[in-house]
């Protein structure tokens, strides 16, 4: 899967000739010229274990997954590991972020919001929230019929990518990208990318499968 999500990545986020910084926190110091990925794990990383193990599908490796998402660098990477909660207030925080970013002179297009499962979910409420704003959004593993699990009715705007596993009951957020205002450009058909395993698509302006 993370191969498949950094050849996808690339859509959204154009890779540079150096690296830049992997932060665990918002940064302190904001570079206007360079690019940021804000990255939501999954549920069962919430809390203080970075590599929880889980009964179904085995370990998640937090520290592992940062490490590939800034393989080939060219971006600032904020991988926050959120606290145990019921609620959707982290959603607010990541805007909050976006619009921190965007105040330091930071463009919307060099922003890329990125949500795995729930992280996804949240990563989704933060976008629809941000959709005037034009940032990028790559969804992964979080749509149900087309639309995002419990949170139906979203609009976003600006590039959509979303990723998923053919082997998962979760697919694309096609009626989720129909329904949003997205920057109008080039639509890329669904491919299977069978040398990986997973089949995932790209899209900025319409349906994703």
């Known amino acids: 899967m993370d191969r498949v999500f950094l050849l996808a990545l690339v859509v959204l986020i154009p890779i540079g000739a150096r690296a830049v910084e992997t932060y ?17 794990h999954g549920l069962i990383v919430e ?18 997954i940062k490490q590939s998402l800034f393989k080939d660098g060219g971006f600032n990477l904020i991988a926050y590991q959120r606290p ?5 207030s982290y959603a607010d925080t990541l805007k909050s972020w976006v619009h921190r970013l965007i105040d330091a002179g930071v463009a919307p297009n060099r922003i890329t919001l990125v949500g795995f499962s729930r992280g996804a979910q949240l990563t989704a409420l ?12 790559a969804l992964m593993a979080i749509c149900e019929n087309g639309e995002v699990s419990h949170a139906p009715g979203l609009n976003l705007g600006g590039n959509l990518l979303s990723i998923y596993e053919t082997s998962d009951d979760l697919g694309s957020c096609g009626k989720l990208a129909a329904r949003s205002h997205l920057s109008p450009s080039k639509r890329y058909p ?6 990986m395993g997973p089949s995932f698509s790209r899209c900025r302006s319409g349906y994703i499968h």
């Open 84 to 88: 145990k909660s019921s609620d959707d």
């Open 47 to 64: 809390g203080s274990d970075p590599m929880p193990v889980s009964p179904k599908y085995g370990q998640y490796d937090f520290p592992a």
């Open 190 to 195: 669904s491919r299977p990318a069978r040398s």
């Open 126 to 137: 933060a976008s629809n929230g941000l959709a005037s704003a034009g940032i990028n959004t």
């Open 24 to 40: 665990d926190h918002f940064p302190d110091s904001i570079h206007a010229t360079e690019r940021y990925v804000i990255y939501s």
